[in-house]
């Protein structure tokens, strides 16, 4: 109830200052895309193919805006939310993308999904002139305003996590050895050079280096093979099934490293438990967002709403997929930056009303992290919190990290 | 299969060649993005004509023509982006270079028939992808974050914009292609790779070089589908390995076999029928949920699957195949039966 008052108060004033702000605001000025009825968002997932595992982050957005049309709207306006399956496969995005820009004619994209695909429509969107807002993908490269100034990622980048950890190994661990599991893509590679940057003079601390691919059906002879390496850290950048095979793994042939463990694969339900509690204790991670299977969060109102809104809009989705609450978290950020528009919803008031948060409260982001872009400043979520696995849960410990991405 | 009339060759290809014409008419029919749309279909129509040349007219199946594709658009991708070479210089390369690879694949290919080559293939389509991200060629292909590339300009200050451009160079390209593999197949080569196809023995019998027709079909084969892919690479103006996945390989064998196995005709109409339906499916799949009110969550693919399904069920031959024994049958009724005799022989055999 508290932080809902909250940002009742801080949607009234930011209308108040809107609306003091000159009659320039008082004209209703569009884009193609919006009307008085209307506003058009497009978007890609992956509904089929190898990556289709993400295909429910589309689903549920588009849940939350069926049910933000249900509630009325965003200034009295519907939202068509047209999303399109592009397979994970960038050459489709590009078909995908240029039938909603061209064709269905868009206001903007929204959180279209996966590195590569982000990048193949990146320079078109930005010929375009069209705002490509908070894109899924934790690469480094989506907040750069100077050449970019229409495309906006969201989460903290995979770089500046590993970052985090490099550090915090550097600090923490005495004569570190440290053996890195990676999946051999775009994402295990931005983890990668994250850590080599983040130990700088100290890169020989890596020891052993193994990759895996997505197709593989266990990652236990990579897991031997770093323990033979001699590693005392285990800096483990791999998706949830590999994750708890990896811990697994590592307990059962008694290798005892301090772990550090990838934001991507922190569910409780879908890692932790599988990996056995007792294999996983004190297991480092960074995080941004609330897992909806850690008990600690149980009584918090943003879980309960959020709990709410699933049983009530989004019947039939797992409430243990993190996916689930990226895409909700995300979708408010989005809901409120067209709120912002008012009636100016043209694509130059967009972006900037998008590089225009002041710690805004992100729902389901944790205690403490908030949202903050500026025209210079194009990553609205930076800032993770490291937490230890103790007992059944995570436990936050330390301060926000706030971290300018390199 | 009989070859397409010459009049309405002609006139399709003059109508092709108008119609981008008509932008400043009617700009919302002849959208930019329909003639990239149209620019898609024809660079997939090439592919399949490229399978189809193996497949259809030598007999030799293949599951791998997305590595041929695969290494075409890269050849191209690479030549742009390290020697800064214009992008019509680099298809002749791309050619050369599948043709290659296609060669030394059709070589260990000579032992193996049927099932066995089609998993050969199918491996080379696994691979190629893991290939590419492989550390030591990371310098080259950019490795998983794949190679960005620019947009075809338009040359000789033509009043053309670049979409319209790039229809024409696909549409050039497919055109030089089409021409070259009808009278490839009208040659003694052409009949020599036909005879391969429906008599092996005979053909080795009668003093064909069977091990040289079989290779070398597999060299052209691969050679037109990078081209393809180089084509591709201009209009994309991406690459990445996530695009060439095993999935492209089946685009190109439901192209052929939808537009008719050893009918050039049947190529194009094939990769104009994979596009379209590939893009139509999720509009049909939503229309069925939303506008009929059906309570059926149809995925994008099981539309595909069924739009399939039925049409293999009306049309064995593939849609050139059904249309030439439609209009038979229509302009003499009494050559229906005999039609469909045939046609029953041919599919059983």
Redesign the interface.
Known sequence: MKTKRRTFLAGVSSAAVLSASGSAFAQKKYSEGASDTEIKIGNTNPYSGPASAYGVIGKTIAAYWKSVNEAGGINGRKVNFITLDDGYNPAKTVECIRQLVEQDKVLCTFNTLGTPCNTAIHKYMNQKKVPMLFVATGASKWGNPKEFPWTMGFQPDYHTEAVIYAKHILANVKDAKIGVLMQNDDYGKDYYEGMREGLGKEVGRIVKHVTYEVTDPTVDSQVIQLKDSGANVFFNISTPKFAAQAMRKAADIGWKPAQYLNNVSSSVASVMKPAGFDNVQGVLTAAYLMDPTDHQWDDNADMKEWKEWMGKHNAGASLADASNVFAYSVSTLMHETLKKCGDNLTRENLMKQAANFQKFRLKMALPGITVSTSPTDFYPVQAVQLQRFKGDTWDLFGDVMHAEST | MPAFPKKWLWILLALAFLVPLLQPLLPDVV???RL??VS?MIIAAIAVLGLNLLTGFNGQISLGHSAFYAVGAYTAAILMDKLDMPYYATLPIAAVMCFIVGYLFGLPALKLEGHYLALATFALALSVP?IL?YKWLEDLTG????I?LSKPDVPFGLPLNEDQWLYYYCLVVMVLLYWAAANILNSRSGRAMMAIRDQYMAADTMGIDTALYKTVTFGISAAYTGIAGAL?ASA???V?P??F?F?LSIKFLIGLVVGGVGSLAGSVVGGIFYVLVD?SA?ALSTFVKNDLGLQFDL???TVFGIILIVLMYLMPMGIVGGVYYLVRSMRSPGAKAREQAALKQRASS
């Open positions: 959208s930019n993005y990239f749309l898609t893991q991200k490795g998983v974050q794949g960005v591709s994309i103006a991406f990445a996530d695009s996945n999935f893009n999720q995925s994008a693919y």
